[in-house]
């Protein structure tokens, strides 16, 4: 019994103050007023307003642009986002000693903690503005830290308004604006999956180098047919010009001679059927094949379709640890604490979440995703005044014209010393758009190195 209640007061004593179901925040409440959220420049995100009446106002000064990521709080309709991961902190008075006693004296509230976090204003502006009216999310992230710079999720909404526009947010589901896309999105994959089928065939063929492959625009195995882009013939191509030129035929043939309990292997090395490091909700990524599967999932599988689901958050987390050798680095969002004067009460310092692959593989896919930009499909992104390293994806969800596909991007920037992680999907991209995600992950790197 002691030991319980050591490890909950302990260990788990933010997690139970922060559960919507613990009524003691209700006394927290009446004790402090909550504390401010900024960038990590200092530019205020969420802050609490007091009228002379003593009522307090939850403001949010950006308006929609941090919607997702940092949240509300809401006395009727609750907490999402950072308003909820770090209610513990923002409910917590570290104001001077003194002081506290002259306001619990005096029947005055004491001011709570500042939570600092990662993000920055700037870059959160520019991914959203390239993100537009489009559907989707982006996501950047420091390679060698795992700090959070940016998340973006659209459609979004005002927090300042929760209360007055609930009903018409709670019951649009054809746009879901309440879905933080960047962690709780769950979207077939397309061609950025092949990071995985790739990674799986170097690990089960130590002589993946010598592979080739002759492809003729299609393939057709037990009466499936699957082709690449636009049907196109690449001819003879080894692993790195397939995964270049994203060969929709020979990532099949690829598919087809792995041991599936091996390729599910991997795929949970990078996170798939399994938990993800970080304060935020997030829905878990899926793989599904197993030895019963039939051939036609297999191929579809291997080429990022099928059963195969995952968030841009998870995406960012494997890409991440390709950036940094094979070590995936515990993303956060909250750089430090500190008491409402800016005296510093704790600070979060960069850690390994784990190794996700050997460096000698993480270096093999690091060149694989260089020659994405060199020669093959995202060459949008070379020739600018960084490097980039990255892979495209299409991913099929209709057969209607209008809407047929979602468009993917997921790499990093300055190859020999990786700078910036970014993800980027967006939702509904018609096949000449298929694109659209390289192009806006460049106008947020462009405006990152301006």
Request: net charge negative.
């Amino acid at each position: 019994m002691m030991g319980y209640i050591i490890y909950f007061s302990a260990f788990r004593a933010d997690s139970f103050v922060n559960s919507p179901y613990n009524q003691r925040q209700n006394a927290f409440a009446k004790k402090v007023v909550r504390g401010a959220i900024t960038d990590r420049n200092g530019d205020v995100l969420a802050r609490t307003a007091v009228s002379d009446d003593g009522k307090e106002t939850r403001e949010y000064p950006y308006g929609d642009l941090f919607a997702h990521v940092v949240g509300y709080s809401d006395a009727e309709y609750g907490k999402t986002g950072l308003e909820a991961a770090e209610n513990f902190e923002l409910l917590t008075s570290n104001a001077f000693f003194a002081e506290k006693i002259r306001n619990e004296f005096n029947g005055q509230k004491n001011q709570g903690d500042t939570v600092v976090t990662t993000l920055d204003e700037s870059l959160q502006e520019a991914a959203s503005d390239a993100l537009g009216d489009f559907r989707g999310a982006a996501i950047v992230m420091e390679a060698d830290t795992g700090k959070i710079l940016a998340m973006v999720s659209h459609p979004d909404f005002d927090p300042n308004e929760i209360g007055s526009d609930w009903e018409t947010l709670n019951t649009d589901e054809e746009r879901s604006p309440l879905l933080n896309r960047a962690t709780n999105g769950s979207y077939a994959p397309g061609s950025v999956f092949k990071i995985i089928t790739a990674l799986a065939y170097m690990r089960q063929n130590p002589d993946y180098a010598d592979y080739t492959y002759e492809c003729t625009g299609s393939i057709t195995v037990g009466g499936t047919t699957i082709s690449c882009a636009g049907k196109t013939a690449h001819g003879t191509e080894d692993l790195r010009s397939s995964f270049a030129n994203s060969c929709n035929c020979s990532f099949v043939n690829i598919g087809l001679q792995l041991d599936l309990d091996g390729y599910r292997d991997t795929a949970e090395d990078l996170l798939f059927n399994s938990a993800l490091p970080g304060v935020l909700g997030y829905t878990k990524g899926s793989f599904v094949l197993d030895q019963d599967s039939p051939e036609s999932e297999i191929m579809m599988t291997a080429m990022g379709q099928g059963e195969t689901m995952v968030s841009p958050y998870q995406m960012t987390l494997i890409t991440q640890a390709i950036a940094n050798g094979g070590t995936l680095m515990e993303p956060y969002l909250v750089d430090s604490v500190t008491n409402y004067t800016g005296a510093e009460v704790r600070r979060n310092v960069p850690k390994s979440s784990g190794r996700l692959m050997s460096p000698e593989e993480a270096a093999q896919l690091k060149d694989y995703m260089s020659a994405v930009v060199e020669e093959g499909t995202g060459t949008v992104l070379a020739g600018r005044s960084y490097t980039v390293a990255g892979k495209t994806g299409t991913a099929q969800y209709s057969t209607t014209e209008s809407e047929r596909s979602h468009s993917w991007f997921t790499g990093f920037s300055d190859i020999d010393n990786p700078e910036l992680v970014i993800t980027v999907v967006t939702e509904g991209s018609d096949g000449s758009t298929g694109g659209r995600a390289v192009s806006i992950a460049g106008e947020i790197l462009d405006s990152y190195y301006r």
